[in-house]
């Protein structure tokens, strides 16, 4: 899955948090534009190209443990029967686990099984959503993590896909057993937006005090010398 792979010398902040109800609220920019709620302990990452690496919102630091939002441009037809693309979502996220591996992905993916399924709306958007349970094996040395621990773990997740005329937005989670808050994971995906994005928000100044990733980012450059 792609939930852990990002490039430590390309991450940057490209959308912005601002405080909501639920938590914080990222945004993501222009032409990709949408926004999440999601709790304010987690922490949002993503490479400077949202087309190939989405964006992760990432709870803890552990590697194994958060959401990741992508699109597939015109992945879909737009008269497709939900039937269909239910079937589709449910075959992908077994090939999905299927084919993690520690190359790519620093974890393999086994035992896949869809425990529910549901379809509903989201901002107005026909969505698809399957909950699922995995083990996941993670090697440890994702760099992006490097508190990240070694080992399997008995997971959680669900797989959404969102409809956008041709277009596919996926959201992503993955947790370990005991840390998967399914009503949690529910609401934020639910918060997803791609309209009527409130304007306070794209507007929102972030704080100037240097943040982790700013300091993780400073100190990989002095090591080049950049």
């Not at 869809?114 to 699922?132: C, K, N, Q, W």
């Not at 507007?203 to 400073?218: F, V």
């Amino acid at each position: 899955m792609k939930t852990i792979l990002f490039s430590v010398l390309i991450i940057v902040m490209i959308g912005v948090m601002v405080p909501s109800a639920f938590g914080e609220v990222f945004v993501n920019n222009e032409p990709y534009l949408f926004s999440i709620e999601y709790p304010s302990e987690w922490s949002p990452l993503r490479p400077t190209d949202f087309l190939e690496n989405g964006v992760m919102i990432n709870r803890d630091g552990s590697g194994v443990n958060g959401l990741w939002i992508g699109i597939h441009q015109g992945a879909i037809e737009e008269e497709m029967a939900d039937y269909k693309i239910m079937e589709i979502l449910k075959a992908d996220t077994k090939y999905f686990c299927e084919t993690s591996n520690f190359e790519e992905h620093y974890n393999r993916c086994f035992n896949h099984r869809i425990l529910d399924s549901e379809i509903s709306t989201i901002d107005g958007f026909r969505a698809f959503t399957v909950f699922e349970k995995y083990t996941i094996e993670y090697n440890g040395i994702d760099p992006f993590f490097p508190d990240g621990t070694p080992g399997r773990f008995d997971s959680f997740g669900t797989a959404t896909y969102v409809l956008s005329y041709d277009d596919v937005w996926l959201i992503f989670s993955s947790f370990e057993e005991e840390k998967f808050d399914k009503q949690l994971v529910i609401d934020t995906i639910n918060s997803f937006k791609l309209q009527n994005i409130v304007q306070e928000e794209m507007k929102y100044d972030p704080p100037t005090q240097s943040s982790w990733i700013d300091d993780l980012i400073n100190a990989i450059m002095s090591i080049f010398k950049w």
